[in-house]
Every structure is written in structure tokens, then in C-alpha cells.
């Protein structure tokens, strides 16, 4: 994969066609091929970026005094934009929520839409219980091996404190090797999910932060499903905040809809980005 220098580091990332850059992001404990089933199913005439960012799967730790809080971590995000000098972003948020936070913090003047699908948003920060055993986890000396360890045994993935809650249908277990192994093997990027998990959170704070998007000058659509892990009122919320955003909910998919239903993902985010003009129009 290419790669790009940013003050924290060094970021991987994957292109696919060309025009108007799509950034897809992706969660903690996650890496771009969260969006293997849907990226075949989108648009042509647009470049579709997936950064893989430093959540756990990544292969190249960040710098040792890198700022990886929830901040650090948006700011990142900014970074990489900037770096690509990538302008007119269509942002895809999903599962972290950190990203949101770019209009609050004034650095979201690269990005001109945004997709929110299910994701950290308001006070929920970490996400339900998952998010917060996670949390607890990167706290305790060697609790993220101990906690990461059992997402690698199916059956005791499926239960709603770990992935149970995430996804409607039984993640395979290569996928979840894949995405766990760089956090198992090397004590350097488990600094670097610790980093992040030690994020102090204020819920004021985050509402504040969240509710900056009211600010947000760009067109927006938030694709939303029902689960308890992001609550559907949320998404309600958000596209209530954002001027003009579009609402749409995915049955039958629980936070990672892009696994459960990518089908009905790709076909709402590309009625979306149709309305962009490409290189092709």
C-alpha cells in the first residue's frame, strides 16, 4: 500500500479509480477492508480513499509522543487530507466518531459531504458496553491481549459484550484475525491503541463538539440502522443538526451495515454521490 507522512507518523492507505476523493474511514480494532463488500458496488468517476488509520490494525507505529487521543486522532484525520491535498471530501464516518469533531476543532474545510453511518456521536463516547470493556481493557496492565484474544474464538464473538451487538451476521474468522493480529504482535502499535483508549471524556464536552456540526456548510447524509450500540435517535439527531441533511435507515443491519447490507449501503451512498460531479460528467 502507499504511504503518507503526517506529523503522528506514517499512514497506509488504498486508492481505487479517480475523480473526486471519497475518504472512507473505518473503527477501532478495524482496518479498510471493513469496506471490501461494498466498494465494488460504488460509483465509477470518483477516487476512493481508505486511510488505515492507527486503531490496532495498522502495521507501522505512530511516533512514541504522537498525540493519539480522540483529538489527536481527528486531527489525524485532517492531516491526511492535507497531506493528499485532497479538497472537496465526500468524509464516510462509521463505528468511530472522531471525525465529527473536524467542524468543531476548524478543520474541515477540505471536506464538502459527509457520510455518517452508525457511530460514536453526542455523549456516547465510548460506544455501550462493548466500547466500554474496550476501553477498561487498554487501562489495565496486558488487558488488551486479554480482551482482544477472545474476538479471535467465533463463538464468544457473537456475545453482545464483544461483537454481538456489532453485526447482524457471524464476522469470519480471517477477517478478525487479520484486523487483530498487528495489535497481538507488536507491543508498538498496542502503545498506540492504549494511547487512544486512555482518551478522558467529558460528555458536555462531546456534546458541544458534536453539536458544532450544526456549522457544517457541505451536503450530508446520514445512513443509519437500528442496534444498541449507537442509538437510531442519534442518527435522528444528527441529521436534525446538520442544514439539510438526508435521513435513511438500513433494515436488518446492526452498526456495521456495510457487512450486514452492503448491498443497500452502496446504493444509498451512491444516490448520494451522484449528485457530485465526477470527472466522467
Wanted: glycine share 8%; charged share 20%; with cysteine.
Amino acid at each position: 500500500m502507499p504511504v503518507v507522512d503526517v506529523p503522528s507518523g506514517q499512514v497506509e492507505y488504498l486508492v481505487d479509480g479517480d475523480g473526486p476523493p471519497v475518504v472512507l474511514l473505518h473503527g477501532l480494532l478495524m482496518d479498510q477492508s471493513l469496506w471490501d463488500r461494498v466498494m465494488p458496488l460504488l460509483p465509477s468517476g470518483f477516487r476512493y480513499i481508505r486511510p488505515l488509520l492507527p486503531f490496532g490494525s495498522h502495521r507501522l507505529p505512530m511516533h512514541a509522543d504522537a498525540d493519539l487521543s480522540m483529538t489527536g486522532m481527528a486531527g489525524l484525520v485532517a492531516d491526511f487530507l492535507e497531506a493528499l491535498d485532497l479538497v472537496d471530501v465526500t468524509l464516510v464516518h462509521t463505528d468511530w466518531g472522531g471525525g465529527l469533531f473536524l467542524t468543531a476543532m476548524g478543520r474541515d474545510d477540505r471536506v464538502a459531504q459527509l457520510v455518517i453511518l452508525p457511530c460514536e456521536a453526542f455523549e456516547n463516547f465510548p460506544p455501550g458496553l462493548p466500547g466500554r470493556l474496550v476501553a477498561l481493557a487498554g487501562r489495565i496492565p496486558g488487558g488488551l491481549v486479554i480482551g482482544i484474544r477472545p474476538l479471535r474464538v467465533s463463538w464468544l464473538r457473537r456475545l453482545p459484550v464483544l461483537y454481538g451487538q456489532m453485526a447482524s451476521s457471524p464476522l469470519p474468522d480471517a477477517l478478525m484475525r487479520r484486523w487483530t493480529d498487528p495489535v497481538l504482535r507488536d507491543k508498538l502499535i498496542r502503545r498506540d491503541v492504549r494511547s487512544y483508549l486512555r482518551t478522558r471524556f467529558d460528555a458536555a464536552d462531546l456534546v458541544r463538539q458534536t453539536e458544532a456540526l450544526a456549522g457544517f456548510g457541505g451536503r450530508a447524509l446520514v445512513l443509519w440502522s437500528a442496534n444498541k450500540v449507537m442509538p437510531l435517535d442519534h442518527g435522528r439527531r444528527l441529521a436534525g443538526l446538520i442544514p439539510g441533511a438526508q435521513y435513511r435507515e438500513v433494515p436488518d443491519a446492526a452498526v456495521l451495515s456495510m457487512l450486514d447490507q452492503p448491498e443497500i449501503v452502496a446504493e444509498e451512498m451512491s444516490r448520494f454521490l451522484s449528485a457530485i460531479p465526477t470527472s466522467s460528467s
